[in-house]
């Protein structure tokens, strides 16, 4: 049986998702394996997580459903709950229906990428101050990881809502 994994949003052509999983998928041996694109608004998501089968593995989430999507999670990461924002969610099989367990992979890969760009021997340097353009769900996680690079003054510019 072949197992299905999406990434959700709107508006979501524009995501890379779907290449970088295809690409794993296929250098892993996974060709049963599909990525699909759905374009969701928030509205939707409901009936969406409702109408999940077995043969879902995954979900990769991006706005405007990182934060609404937490409500509707039979699970959530601590990670995921202290930033307010979850951008994967597990789908495992239950008992009447598959269960949800919602996670932030964002703190991780800002901080993988700030320490690949920067070196370990400039890392420090975000100690002191950094600038965070945004104030959604990204800029919570971004805000996240600085905090465990150890910024102690980081300044958010972002609009208002």
């Known amino acids: 049986m072949g197992r ?10 524009h995501s890379l998702s779907p290449t970088l999983h295809r690409a794993a998928y296929a250098a892993l041996g996974l060709n049963t394996w599909r990525y699909d ?15 999940l089968t077995g ?5 990769s989430l991006t706005m405007p459903l990182k934060q609404t999507v937490i409500a509707l999670l039979d699970h959530i990461e601590p990670l995921a709950e202290v930033v307010g924002a979850v ?16 996670a932030n992979t964002d703190v ?5 990428a700030l320490g690949e760009a920067l070196g370990p ?5 975000v100690r002191r101050t950094a600038a965070v353009i945004g104030g959604g769900a990204t800029a919570a996680s971004t805000l996240a990881a ?12 972002g609009r208002a809502r």
């Not at 951008?87 to 919602?102: D, E, H, K, S």
């Not at 600085?146 to 003054?153: D, N």
Request: proline share 6%.
């Open 146 to 157: 600085l905090a465990q690079l150890g910024c102690t003054t980081p300044v958010v510019d």
């Open 121 to 125: 021997a400039r890392v420090p340097s």
């Open 37 to 51: 694109v759905v374009d969701l608004a928030a509205d939707q998501l409901g009936a969406f997580l409702e109408s």
């Open 4 to 13: 299905r994994a999406a990434v959700l949003g709107h508006p979501i052509a």
């Open 87 to 102: 951008n994967t969610v597990l789908v495992q099989a239950g008992r009447a229906r598959p269960v949800l367990t919602g």
């Open 55 to 59: 043969e879902w593995a995954g979900l």
């Open 108 to 112: 991780y890969g800002i901080v993988t």
